[in-house]
């Protein structure tokens, strides 16, 4: 399975932005998928995970304003994020975990959950 993100860039404070995640090599079934992020110098962290139910968790600094979905037949997850701060500058990742379908719980925002992982988009919030 190959993950790909895109929807990346730069956006002003406030602004939205969409981040799609395609898969290749993926099948039809549903697994626990979810994104996250790393900013500059900091850990990666998880944004938003969401398992084969839809069933979705997220990030404390990011309720209220950012929603996971799952796109279509695809069932890769697609992040919507209204609201944008600065903080929220980051690389983000769209990752996978093949052996686990059930994935809610504060536990499945730790990206060492997941073992399968895209290359990651840019975002950039700044005025």
């Known amino acids: 399975v190959q993950l790909v993100e895109s929807g990346g860039g730069s956006v002003q404070p406030g602004g939205p932005l969409r981040l799609p995640c395609a898969a290749s090599?993926?099948?039809?079934?549903?697994?626990?998928m979810g994104w996250f992020r790393q900013a500059p110098g900091k850990a990666r962290e998880g944004v938003a995970p969401i398992d084969a139910w839809s069933r979705k968790e997220y990030a404390d600094s990011v309720k209220g304003r950012v929603t996971i979905f799952q796109a279509n037949a695809t069932s890769t997850p697609h992040l919507q994020m209204n609201s944008l701060k600065p903080e929220d500058t980051a690389m983000y990742y769209c990752?996978?975990?093949?052996?686990?379908?059930?994935?809610?719980?504060?536990?499945?925002?730790?990206?060492?959950?997941?073992?399968?992982w895209g290359q990651g988009t840019q975002v950039i919030v700044s005025s």
């Open positions: 090599g993926y099948g039809s079934s549903r697994y626990c």
């Open positions: 990752a996978a975990e093949l052996t686990r379908s059930y994935c809610i719980g504060p536990w499945s925002l730790a990206p060492d959950v997941y073992k399968t």
